[in-house]
C-alpha cells in the first residue's frame, strides 16, 4: 500500500510546518484542519482534544487543539505521522461544516453592508447635489433596505 492510500480521513500528517489532522482526500488534495498549541489564542472553532486521544495518535505533545478551519494541500506533500480515532473525527467535522457555514454567512453579512454602505453613498452625493440634508439619506436607505 503506498502512501498515498494511507493518508485517509483522521491520518495526523505534517504538512510544511504544521500538524494537520486529514477531513477528506479526493483527486490528489486533502481537506486538512491544523493542530494548534494551548498557548495559542482561542477560537471559536476549535475542538478540545483530550491527551489520551493524542498519545493514541501518535504526537508527542498533548497540549494540543484541533482548530476546524479547513484548509487544502497537495496529498503528495503530506507526511503521514499517525491517526485520530473515530470519535475525535466525529467531533471535528461538524465543527468544521459549522465553521464554513459561519464564514460563508459572514461573507454574504459584508457584502449586504457594502450594498447598504454604496447606497447611502448615492444618495448623499444625490442630495448634495440637489442642495439637500445629508442626514436624511441616511434614513430614507435603513428603511429601504430594512
Known amino acids: 500500500m503506498s502512501l498515498l492510500n494511507s493518508i485517509q480521513c483522521g491520518a495526523v500528517v505534517f504538512v510544511g510546518w504544521q500538524t494537520m489532522v486529514v477531513l477528506e482526500v479526493c483527486r490528489g488534495q486533502a481537506v486538512l484542519c491544523p493542530l494548534i498549541y494551548d498557548d495559542e489564542a482561542h477560537h471559536r472553532a476549535d475542538v ?10 501518535g504526537l508527542n505533545r498533548v497540549d494540543v487543539r484541533c482548530r476546524a478551519i479547513p484548509c487544502q494541500r497537495d496529498v503528495r506533500k503530506l507526511r503521514l505521522l499517525g491517526r485520530v480515532g473515530s470519535d475525535v473525527m466525529a467531533r ?37 447635489r440637489e442642495g439637500r440634508d445629508v442626514r436624511g439619506a441616511y434614513q430614507g436607505v435603513r428603511r429601504r433596505v430594512g
Do not use: M
Request: hydrophobic share 50%; glycine share 4%.
Open 48 to 57: 478540545v482534544l483530550h491527551w489520551s486521544e493524542l498519545v493514541e495518535a
Open 92 to 128: 471535528i467535522v461538524p465543527a468544521a461544516l459549522q465553521e464554513q457555514k459561519r464564514r460563508v454567512a459572514e461573507r454574504r453579512g459584508a457584502e449586504g453592508w457594502a450594498d447598504i454602505r454604496s447606497q447611502q453613498a448615492v444618495a448623499r452625493a444625490r442630495l448634495v
